[in-house]
């Protein structure tokens, strides 16, 4: 799909991101032509890939390998292309992986794996009333060295107790961070998002490269 061969349906359903100047016809084109690896289709994946999906983002490929989340992908916008599988794997070159999966120690290997590719990772988590959301850019902070700044109660796995609507909120803005990556539009290069819930406060943490990152310059 390039700028000039939209269909009059795919202008209609678009007109509203296409009028925006920091999308237009160019941007749309290349949202269809883009390729997201969204690991976990769980409470903030769903919410991602709804919006990622409703924007038009042309190739969505979906780990995860547990089946009750599956349908709610299924049923979006016809035009994008959805792929399920049972794990991450890297068998394309991906523009962007964005894990939604909560779990902070799978996210930084699998992050690992993408950086070493020149993938850019965004990743997200939260239990209790918080939760996190980290853009990490090769060339700036890696997802170790921008995580490494969380809470201890994140450094757990499968955190049991969490507000409903919480993993949604950053779901959501990991979802637009995802566009404005694809689209190239100016940002902070990598950077950590914390939304402290109780207080409806976010904040985004200076942090700094750990010593002897092979990852960081
Ligand atoms: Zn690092």
Not at 76 to 83: D, K, S
Not at 173 to 185: D, I, N
Not at 191 to 200: H, I, N, T, W, Y
Request: glycine share 12%; aromatic share 6%; hydrophobic share 40%.
């Amino acid at each position: 799909m390039t700028a000039v061969d939209f269909t009059p349906r795919q202008v209609e359903r678009y007109s509203r991101q296409i009028l925006l100047r920091e999308v237009g016809g160019v941007g749309q084109a290349r949202l269809g032509r883009a390729s997201i690896l969204l690991v976990d289709g769980g409470a903030a994946g769903r919410t991602a890939g709804l919006y990622l999906a409703g924007a038009g983002v042309g190739r969505l490929t979906l780990a995860d390998g547990r089946e009750e989340f599956r349908q709610d992908l299924l049923r979006l916008n016809p035009e994008v292309a959805v792929q399920v599988q049972p794990d991450p794997g890297f068998k394309e070159s991906w523009d962007l992986v964005l894990d939604c999966g909560n779990r902070l120690e799978e996210a930084k290997i699998l992050a690992r794996q993408a950086w070493s590719r020149g993938i850019p990772v965004i990743a997200t988590g939260w239990g209790g009333v918080r939760s996190w959301m980290a853009r990490a850019e090769p060339g700036g902070r890696c997802l170790d060295c921008l995580t490494q700044a969380l809470p201890a109660e994140f450094r757990k796995n499968d955190l049991p107790d969490e507000l409903g609507p919480l993993p949604s909120i950053l779901g959501g803005v990991a979802a637009g961070e995802a566009l404005r990556l694809l689209l190239g539009l100016p940002a902070p290069g990598s950077f950590l998002l914390l939304f402290e819930g109780a207080a409806s406060v976010y904040h985004s943490p200076r942090v700094t490269a750990a010593d002897g990152c092979p990852r960081c310059f």
